[in-house]
Each structure stands twice: as C-alpha cells, then as structure tokens.
C-alpha cells in the first residue's frame, strides 16, 4: 500500500504548541499513532482519522493540479480585478502567457470569429485598451488561427498547462462572482 502524505496546516501556531505540549506532558513517550492523534487534536480535529478524511475530502473537491506551481497562479491573478478583467499587461512573458490561457477560456470554441467579433470579446475581457497585441499574441502561441486574410479566427481546443487551469478556474469564479 502507497503512502499518502497528509498535510497539517494550523491558523495558530502558539495555541498549536500549547495544545501538543500540554498533552505530551501528560504521557511519557508516546507511540506513533498516540502521537499522530496529538498531532492532529492540537489541530483542531478529533484523532488522526478525522484528520486524513478532512484532507481525503478536500483533496476530492479541490482537485489539485499536479505538479502545479500555485505561486505563478498568484502572481497572474494579481493583473485580473476582481469581475475578472485582465487589468494591465504583465511584464514578465510567462505571466503574460498564463493570462492569455484566461483570456482563450473565454472564447467561444469551435466557431469561426470574424476579427471585429473577436476584437470586442477581448475588449469586454481587458481593460487596459489593446485587443490587437493579446490577439495577435494569441495567434503567435497557436491559442487561435486565422485565415490568411486575418479577418476571421478560429479558437484551437488545446489542454491548457497545471497553471493556467488553476488560473483560468478562479478567474472564472471572478467573472461568476460578479455576474
């Protein structure tokens, strides 16, 4: 049987350490699972059990991204308000990258876009005023395709890295949010 690691998060560390020290001074030395039930009642919860089912639960709703750098999440969601409009341009090109993943989610997919259709959808989606450079930056990563007249575009159906899941969902929420 794999090992399943169980993360332990506490809101207050004192009140944490107060909790353990006062029920390990009450025992000599105690076992594994004595001390893994410790552990987890200084936490806040009944035993160990509890513990592992609350993080099994919420493991199961969250569905974390493997591998996923939430770091860079952060850092791209800072440039979105909070009705989920991209705010400004970021300087630095990944995060520009994961903010025009944001931007692609909000296409409509499978249909062809005449430019001025597309030019609109991107306006009512930014608010820094250049539908041009995120359209033509889209077009560049292969998020979109045009003709070779550029007067209609076609969204790509593409699986959207760890990160740019991670940020298209609360961006998503955002716009939701304020709907």
Not at 24 to 48: D, I, K, Q, S, Y
Request: glycine share 6%; aromatic share 6%; proline share 5%.
């Amino acid at each position: 049987m794999s090992r399943q690691t169980i993360p332990l998060a506490t809101t207050d560390l004192s009140a944490f350490a107060r909790h353990l020290s006062g029920q390990l001074n009450r025992n000599a030395t105690p076992g594994h699972v004595e001390l893994l039930n410790m552990l987890a009642r200084a936490a806040g919860f009944r035993n160990f059990q509890h513990l592992r089912a609350a993080s099994l639960a919420k493991d199961r709703l969250d569905a974390p991204e493997p591998s996923c750098d939430m770091t860079l999440v952060e850092r791209a969601l800072r440039h979105f308000d909070s009705t989920g409009t991209l705010r400004d341009w970021p300087a630095r090109r990944a995060l520009q990258i994961f903010c025009l993943w944001a931007l692609w989610a909000q296409l409509p997919g499978g249909t062809s876009l005449h430019e001025r259709e597309l030019n609109a959808a991107l306006t009512a989606a930014h608010g820094f005023g250049d539908a041009a450079l995120l359209r033509r930056d889209m077009v560049g990563l292969g998020l979109l395709s045009r003709n070779a007249s550029g007067t209609a575009y076609v969204r790509h159906e593409l699986a959207p890295p760890p990160e740019a899941r991670a940020l298209i969902r609360r961006v998503t929420a955002r716009r939701k949010s304020t709907a």
